[in-house]
């Protein structure tokens, strides 16, 4: 039995205008994604997926960027169509979005408790005792250790892995039904990588969200992807569940991405 | 691959210590290193930010002066104590930058990119035509269209900047190569085009690599011993096999358990279980 | 790898191939910028004035006291008489020359003075840079103008001598400037390739640092040939300029201001002339900035 879909993407494009050239960034992708399942959208740099998970909560700035044709649709309704208002009340609560460097998203001059509290501020999350409660509530679903501490400290006295976990939290506070993740884990230490991509995997299985996650490393989707679909070019080259995907490969493309990719080797060096 | 074990190292460091000291506050980031690369060998320091691996890296190209030690580039002392290389540091060891982007003057043709190191040092031996000709034989050598000399880098991809790197790096022929994460800032199916190009020309021009990176899975793919890091020291070093495949230090065995193979079956166990099922 | 939202709207993609446009390029629009055409066209105008102007004009110094003070549009003055009956529009085409050359030559002079000290200061490091930037604090210290008057005072007033005093004390823009410019770039990768490459301090500075910087130091050149132009006018307006008796915006100026009632035009043309062409010399100057920079240029 299939749950109805989450997220549907159908038939999208999105193109990049500037003054001297025209890129179509991506040509006509069809996506699903069913509750509480996490999905990758894989790809090297240029192929169109960053654009993909940005038009998601039409992050990208338009100019230059246009839409022209397809849909993204959100539990049934088009979010490329929605007006400004409506988008703004989705953005944040029902979907919400992690980037890959914290320290870019997060202001250096503010502590990490109260940026936690303003989102909820802004999205009018019940009075400052109920902020507060969700606010420590959601740095332990992160499992950010001593929270209490950790809301009074700035971004640039917290480590990497500690500043994505709040990214998290930041995430999780206003209880989303979807979570985008792009390259979360691209900017951090590979033990640190290992423990974020647990904490990804334990709270989808805590929450029941689904997970639209963005990366280039096929190691990270194999850790964490229930299905997965390969960008290349603008396009979706395959699509499937990641076993399936990764065993059994149709595409080409699929193939040199597999074949490149490092693994290691415990024998002899070539 | 043969390492030539009686002969001398290409690089010795010995006793290896360097503080960094800003205001009042001292950050120890090196205790200790003693490391020898051998000639024609490929050596690799692995380690997560903050190990120290990429200020030992510099230290040995003289980008950096240690606090203590001594580093010794073919049984010499070559330090001049300044930035700038001497013209026998710069024939003994060169540098490959991570950041293919940064790693060039965005001004400067690819021609006059490779051929910078050569004019400052082989201009008598080659001539400028011996030049020109030495600049298209390096390009060529990293598998690179000749057409690309007249070009600007900002006009070539990630891959192909990091050629010319190689190329440039390669031009003084010198014996070790110091390559700091060469391949973390391409796409996959680059890297792999970069690392294969590695090889080969370790092959034909018998050079050594002190290679740092980050990547426990390419590191075993290339070279033939590891060094692991942590702290600012040496945790373990051996033969990249030995070392991988049996490791005696609690830091490389949490590194191991840390990667993300790129297999669902060993990444993701409960996802295969339930698939199966 | 950065994660970046905008795709590359450059030539360059990653792949081993050549770089080639194949996806991007599909579109060239080209807008038309009527503030830097005008500004051009103008100063292409009064370039072209300075040089054959003079040639082309009747006799500036010529005096003719029946008809002085004759508005602009009468018979045989376009731009009419000043006090002393000479043609105000020979004078203008004359003090143009001055203008140009005085702007130009003076602004150069500074700039490769300034971007000297600048570039060496910020690569030098150590007492190099500190002994440098106490100069620059001195040169700060002392007023052009009392400079000019001591200068003057000492050589005598004329052409050299003003593009000299203005060439050595506008170089501080130009080093401060750039020294921090250097500054930053000291640590850039494709710095510290060059020196791993052995390459001498003065390569460095030649081929490394200077053309990294052409932006900012275009944009300061062109905003310092209009102070200069300014600086000059307001030189021979007190006097301390070129002698009074040959034709320069700032002395007409001078001469005009006592006429602002009864004869406008003797302040008021010199005066439009100097704001359009230093006006014309920033909006351009803006350009020229962009198109030094390679990677605005081509794509």
């Not at chain 1, 990588?193 to 996650?213: F, P, S, Y």
Request: glycine share 8%; proline share 5%.
């Amino acid at each position: 039995m299939t749950a109805a879909p989450l997220l549907e993407i159908s038939d999208l494009h999105i193109t990049f205008s500037s003054r001297h050239a025209e890129v179509a960034a991506v040509r006509g992708i069809d996506l699903a994604l069913e509750p509480g399942r996490t999905l990758a959208l894989v790809g090297e740099s240029g192929s169109g997926k960053s654009s993909t998970a940005l038009s998601v909560l039409r992050l990208n700035p338009e100019p230059p960027a246009t839409y022209p044709h397809g849909q993204v649709r959100f539990e049934g309704t088009d979010l490329l169509s929605l007006p400004a208002a409506q988008l703004r009340a989705v953005r944040g609560r029902d979907i919400a979005m992690v980037f890959q460097d914290p320290m870019a998203t997060l202001n250096p001059l503010r502590t990490v408790g109260s940026q936690l509290m303003e989102v909820m501020r802004i999205h009018r999350t019940g009075d400052r005792a109920e902020r507060r409660r969700r606010m420590f509530e959601a740095l332990e679903q992160a499992r950010v250790p001593e929270p209490s501490q950790r809301a009074d400290q700035y971004p640039h006295q917290l480590s990497g892995g500690l500043r994505q976990r709040v990214m998290l939290a930041m995430a999780l506070m206003s209880r989303p039904r979807l979570l985008i993740a792009d390259e979360p884990t691209t900017a951090l230490d590979v033990t640190t990588q290992a423990e974020i991509l647990d904490l990804l995997r334990t709270l989808q299985a805590e929450t029941g969200m689904g997970v639209l996650l963005i990366t280039h490393d096929l190691g990270v989707v194999a850790s964490v992807a229930d299905s997965m679909a390969v960008m290349h070019d603008g396009v979706i080259v395959e699509q499937g569940s990641t076993l399936d995907v990764f065993e059994r490969p149709t595409d080409d493309y699929t193939r040199q991405l597999l074949a490149a990719t490092p693994r290691l080797e415990i024998g002899a060096p070539a | 691959m043969s390492t030539h074990e009686t002969a001398d190292p290409v690089l010795s460091l010995r006793g290896i210590g360097k503080t960094f000291r800003r205001h009042r506050t001292e950050k120890r980031v090196l205790s200790d290193i003693d490391l020898d690369v051998r000639p024609g060998e490929t050596l690799a320091l692995v380690g997560e930010s903050g190990s120290g691996k990429t200020t030992l890296a510099r230290i040995a190209v003289g980008l950096a002066e240690p606090t203590e030690g001594e580093v010794l580039t073919a049984g010499e002392d070559l330090r001049t104590g300044r930035r700038r290389a001497s013209a026998q540091q710069a024939r003994m060891v060169q540098m490959v930058f991570q950041d293919p982007y940064a790693s060039m003057n965005p001004r400067m043709r690819i021609r006059d990119v490779v051929a910078e190191g050569l004019l400052t040092h082989r201009r008598s031996e080659l001539g400028l035509d011996g030049i020109r000709a030495e600049v298209a034989r390096l390009l060529d050598a990293v598998d690179l269209d000749p057409d690309l000399a007249r070009r600007f880098p900002h006009e070539c991809s990630g891959g192909q900047r990091q050629r010319i790197a190689i190329a440039r790096a390669l031009a003084l022929e010198p014996r070790l190569l110091v390559l700091d994460e060469p391949t973390s800032a391409l796409d996959v199916s680059v890297q792999a085009t970069i690392l294969d190009l590695l090889r080969q020309l370790q092959e034909r021009t018998g050079v050594a690599y002190l290679f740092v990176s980050h990547d426990l899975a390419v590191v075993s793919g290339i070279a033939d011993r590891v060094a692991v890091m942590a702290d600012g020291r040496i945790a373990e070093i051996g033969r990249c096999r030995e070392v991988l495949s049996a490791p005696s230090s609690e830091v490389t065995r949490r590194l191991l358990a840390s990667i993300a193979h790129p297999d669902p079956r060993r990444a993701n166990p409960a996802l295969a279980a339930g698939a199966d099922r | 790898m950065n994660a970046t939202a905008l795709p590359d709207l450059s030539p360059a993609r990653t792949g081993s191939g050549p770089a080639g446009g194949s996806r991007a390029q599909r579109s060239r629009r080209r807008r038309l910028d009527l503030p830097l055409l005008a500004s051009s066209a103008f100063l292409a105008l009064v370039v072209l004035l300075a040089l054959v102007g003079p040639l082309l004009v009747d006799d500036p110094g010529e005096q003719d006291l029946l008809r002085r003070l004759a508005p602009p549009g009468s018979d045989g003055h376009l731009l009419g008489t000043d006090q002393l009956g000479r043609d105000v529009l020979a004078r203008l085409v004359v003090g143009s020359r001055i203008s140009v050359i005085v702007g130009i030559t003076a602004a150069l002079l500074s700039g490769i003075i300034g971007s000297a000290i600048g570039i060496l200061a910020g690569y030098a490091g150590g007492w190099t840079d500190r002994l440098l930037m106490r100069l620059t604090d001195v040169q700060l210290a002392f007023p052009t103008l009392l400079l000019a008057l001591a200068v003057i005072g000492f050589v005598g007033p004329g052409l050299s001598t003003v593009i000299v005093v203005l060439g050595i004390t506008g170089w501080v823009s130009y080093a401060r400037v750039l020294r921090s410019e250097v500054l930053s770039l000291r640590t850039r990768e494709f710095v510290e390739s060059a020196q791993v490459m052995g390459v001498p301090a003065h390569r460095i500075m030649t081929r490394h640092m200077l053309p990294n910087v052409t932006g900012p130091l275009a944009t300061i050149l062109t905003l310092q040939v209009g102070t200069v132009i300014l600086a000059e006018a307001a030189l021979s307006f007190l006097g301390l300029g070129i002698p009074a008796t040959t034709a320069t915006w700032g002395s007409m100026l001078a001469d005009g201001q006592l006429y602002m009632g009864t004869a406008w035009w003797l302040a008021v043309l010199p005066g439009t002339a100097l704001l359009l062409t230093v006006l014309s010399i920033n909006i351009a100057g803006d350009a020229v900035r962009d198109r030094f920079d390679p990677r605005t240029y081509t794509s």
